[in-house]
């Protein structure tokens, strides 16, 4: 497990603070290059004032997660998920690339890995959104990890207070999805 700092929306200096400060592993930037249209207005990466800032503060072991097509928001130019990952990991320097779905909750669409993938292809890949115990075995078969919040809520809503059952069928179910994937390739 890694403990990742998000500010929201697009606050990529204020959580290098706190987490560099908290000794957290990474952040989450959820434009760190490009440009992405949402209900917030026009949030633009700034990749460069990241990686300059994590720099100047001796905080290079802090990774960045960076979405690929974030939710919530529609990119400013259409370009091929390829590419924008591929700017990410290359130009943008991000160490995890993240796969979401169009909304808090909602699921990511599998096929998206393979395109992210072929566009970074040494880049680990991270789901961060609608996994649930019902697909936890089939992301886990395709990513690297998972961020999960809304399914691990009462009733599955964001916002509702962690249930502590759904949350350990959640974490079993990719375990032993992972486990078994691990003795196939034992095999």
Not at 26 to 35: K, P, S, T
Not at 103 to 131: E, F
């Amino acid at each position: 497990l890694h403990l990742v700092v998000n500010c929201l929306r697009n606050d990529a200096r204020g959580a290098l603070a706190i987490a560099t400060a908290s000794g957290a592993d990474a952040i989450r930037v959820n434009v760190h290059c490009g440009a992405m249209a949402t209900d917030q207005g026009i949030l633009e990466g700034r990749a460069g004032d990241t990686l300059r800032t994590r720099r100047h503060w001796n905080a290079e072991r802090v990774r960045i997660f960076a979405d690929v097509a974030v939710k919530h928001a529609v990119p400013v130019a259409d370009r091929p998920l390829e590419v924008d990952a591929s700017d990410l990991r290359y130009r943008g320097a991000a160490d995890v690339l993240l796969v979401t779905g169009r909304a808090t909750g909602s699921a990511a669409d599998p096929a998206q890995v393979q395109q992210i993938r072929s566009g970074a292809p040494d880049a680990p890949v991270v789901v961060a959104s609608g996994v649930d115990l019902q697909n936890a075995a089939e992301w886990a078969a395709i990513v690297d990890g998972a961020i999960v919040g809304s399914s691990l809520m009462r009733d599955g809503l964001a916002g509702n207070g962690v249930d502590p059952d759904r949350a350990t069928r959640l974490v079993e179910a990719w375990q032993q999805a992972r486990q078994s994937l691990q003795r196939k390739v034992d095999n």
